[in-house]
């Protein structure tokens, strides 16, 4: 059912689960700085200990073992290698630690994903304008290419960047997200636009100069929920789905995979909306220039981030301020027949996935797959004895088995989210995602496997071969 080399691994993040925020001369993150802020993130939480995973590491190896994984995705934190985010200083004791990671790993015949940028810029470079600045891009490629240098011997599959869309609009237009920012109008299409073109310039270093001897691949993480229409008989709200998927699904896409620029429904969705709204300037949404490097082809294979699905009608809220929802003109809601796992935005949709896979395999040639986060929330009293979550991930594991075995998606690999309870963004420790439980009251951080994390494990076990 899934083939011979298939990836089952899990993931996290370096400022979800490390801690040691200012361990052994590791520079401060943006998410140091925006959780230290009062009434920023839930409960006052930050990631200061978090998992303490940068003294426990050899506990998640024990619980990458217990797993069965083949495959553990994890991101290293630029901030702890570069202190102040450029190469002009490096810190050898992350070096180190990463190191020690990576050869554990491979030790335990754990093949390594490494993300670069998982949210986590070093506060020294949002200082001089972060994502914002166009020189970002050149800063990116620097710290890339150390990471490629530095453990691409032994590290073959690398992510550039997570979760673009996130970023750009959590963290510049909601101001939800480090490094907090709401600033509507054309701030996150440029941290957007900034951010692909570090990708791509990252992409083609490893190309260039890494790939003819270290053999790897390299892509980013997309997120994007499974999208259809409220009622497929409605126009405006086909039309609506079709806007929403340009903005979600497409906005990092397309110039990727496509066409090398951005979806023309997208481009002209922000036209029609700023000429509405009497905004004055040029086109909202930057244009690639053509004596940079291209970014169309970017990617060695499709890395999607998938939690759930909406259905989509035409109409979109923030009707007085030009921003990506009102731009988008479309509205992305539940069916309430959908069940709810723990946060409420997370429908439990196993056949969204299945859906949108076939999706990506039309819209992108057939691309090589990895589902590099797919995974289930939980919040309120702690339940190890998680039966929800067991029926999610089997119902959802199945349902890319048929995408493999009826659609003929190219799917290489799947990585839960996550391994670990951990610090989960603006909802801090409230929302927990692991198929460990981190019991955060005892300075130990013990790790119990949850009944999900057991059912992680039959599966693996079944089909891995
Ligand atoms: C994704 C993030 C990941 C985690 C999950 C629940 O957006 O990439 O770090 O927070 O959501």
Redesign the pocket.
């Known amino acids: 059912m899934f083939p011979p080399d298939f990836a089952w691994g899990a ?1 996290t ?1 370096a400022y ?1 689960i490390e801690g040691g925020w200012q361990a052994d001369g590791k520079g401060p993150s943006i998410w140091d700085t925006f959780c230290h802020e009062k009434g920023r993130v839930f409960g006052e939480h930050d990631g200061d200990v978090a998992c303490n995973s940068y003294e426990l590491w050899e506990k998640d190896l024990e619980c990458i073992q217990q797993l069965g994984l083949t495959h553990y995705r994890l991101s290293v934190s630029w901030a702890r290698l570069l202190p102040d985010g450029t190469t002009r200083h490096v810190n050898l004791k992350g070096v180190q630690y990463y190191n020690k990671v990576i050869d554990d790993l491979l030790a335990c015949n754990v093949t390594p994903m490494i993300t670069l940028y ?2 986590d810029l070093p506060q020294a470079l949002q200082d001089q304008g972060g994502w914002k600045s166009p020189d970002i891009v050149t800063l990116f490629d620097s710290y890339a290419r150390f990471c490629f240098q530095t453990f691409g011997d032994r590290v073959k599959l690398w992510l550039t960047i ?2 673009p869309y ?1 970023c750009a609009k959590f963290g510049h237009e909601d101001g939800i997200h480090a490094p907090g920012l709401k600033e509507p109008g054309i701030t996150a299409y440029l941290v957007g636009h900034n951010m692909l073109r570090a990708h791509a310039m990252a992409w083609h270093s490893y190309n260039s100069t890494y790939r003819p001897k270290q053999k790897g691949a390299v892509s980013l ?1 997309i ?1 994007s929920d499974w999208l259809e229409p409220l009622n497929p008989d409605c126009d405006e709200d086909v039309a609506a789905t079709e806007r929403a998927r340009a903005f979600g699904l497409g906005w990092f896409t397309w110039p990727v995979f496509v066409t090398g620029d951005y979806p023309e429904i997208m481009r002209s969705a922000i036209d029609a909306q700023s000429k509405k709204m009497g905004y004055g300037g040029g086109s909202r949404l930057p244009s690639f220039l053509k004596d940079e490097p291209a970014i169309l082809g970017t990617a060695d294979f499709f890395a999607l ?1 998938y ?1 759930t699905s909406r259905k989509v009608k035409a109409g979109g809220g923030c009707e007085q301020m030009l921003c990506i929802k009102s731009d988008q003109d479309a509205k992305e809601v539940l069916d309430p027949s959908w069940p709810i796992c723990g946060v409420s935005w997370q429908a439990v949709v196993p056949n969204g996935l299945r859906n949108l896979l076939k999706y990506i395999k039309d819209t992108f040639n057939n691309p090589a797959v990895y589902i590099t ?1 797919n ?1 289930f ?1 939980q919040v309120g009293p702690l339940q190890i004895e998680d039966v929800q979550r067991c029926g999610c991930y089997k119902d959802t594991i199945m349902e890319m088995a048929k995408a493999i075995e009826e659609d003929g998606v190219d799917v290489r690999g799947y990585f839960a ?2 391994l670990l309870d951990n610090f ?2 603006a909802d801090g420790f409230r ?1 927990r ?1 692991g198929l460990f439980h981190v019991d955060l009251s005892n300075g130990k951080r013990p790790r119990t496997i949850y009944r999900s994390g057991q059912e992680y494990t039959k599966i693996i076990m079944k089909y891995k071969h």
């Open positions: 993931a993040s979800q998982h949210f997570n979760e996130v993480a997120n981030n939690y986060e995974g929330s989210w996550s989960e963004w929302v995602f």
